[in-house]
């Protein structure tokens, strides 16, 4: 049986504040671990890209309706 994945809401959060909010989550994660974060900001997006692109994460951006992004991480 799988376990939910866990989502992290940050409507409304401006850089940094997300991205410190993955780099907590993702330090207590154990490999193959997997999490959701939800932003309304595009600088956001654009934020955790830069900063997981060289990481042993693997990241799936998905907007599902404009101008909000589900961005799912999952530690390798």
């Known amino acids: 049986m799988s376990k939910e994945m866990k989502v992290i ?3 409304g ?3 940094p504040i997300p991205v410190l909010r993955i780099q907590d989550e ?3 994660m154990e490999s193959g671990d997997s999490f959701m974060i939800v932003v309304d900001h595009s600088c956001v997006v654009e934020s955790v890209k830069d ?3 060289n990481k042993k994460v693997n990241m799936v951006i998905d907007e599902v309706m404009n101008g909000v992004w589900e961005i799912t991480l999952t530690k390798l």
Do not use: G, L, Q
């Open 13 to 15: 959060e401006m850089c």
């Open 9 to 11: 809401d940050s409507f």
């Open 26 to 28: 993702i330090a207590v």
């Open 51 to 53: 900063k997981y692109k």
